[in-house]
């Protein structure tokens, strides 16, 4: 059973910065991809950014492009969400998941039905 693990949320002030991470327990370089969303209280959960593990090509939420950086260490078995410019409405729990195998399209990687397994979540809140 393959469990992914965040950690780095918190509390931060309006256009502050936070760097959330994400271990898998398992060797992480042979998934397709691994992403990141998140859940503000009372709405669906949403994409966020999405990376593919070969090559490195991701693909962004147009609400977070240019502030939000997805990275990954496969060394580490560990994905990262660097998160700048930080507004009140990123506030939400934020989930690392993971599509194992089999290729999809950036636009399929945007559907939380294309991951196989998720993270429990952790707690970003920006204040005003």
């Known amino acids: 059973q393959v469990q992914l693990v965040e950690s780095g949320g918190g509390l931060v002030q309006d256009g502050g910065s936070l760097r959330l991470s994400c271990t898998a327990s398992e060797r992480t370089y042979m998934w397709y991809a691994m992403g990141w969303f998140r859940q503000a209280p009372g709405k669906e959960r949403e994409f966020v950014a999405v990376?593919?593990?070969?090559?490195?090509?991701?693909d962004y939420a147009d609400s977070v492009k240019g502030r939000f950086t997805i990275s990954r260490d496969n060394a580490k078995n560990t994905l990262y969400l660097q998160m700048n410019s930080l507004k009140v409405d990123d506030t939400a729990v934020y989930y690392c998941?993971?599509?194992?195998?089999?290729?999809?399209?950036?636009?399929?990687?945007?559907?939380?039905?294309?991951?196989?397994?998720w993270g429990q979540g952790t707690q970003v809140t920006v204040s005003s």
């Open positions: 990376i593919r593990t070969s090559g490195g090509s991701s």
């Open positions: 998941a993971t599509r194992r195998q089999g290729a999809r399209s950036f636009a399929a990687l945007r559907s939380r039905s294309a991951y196989d397994y």
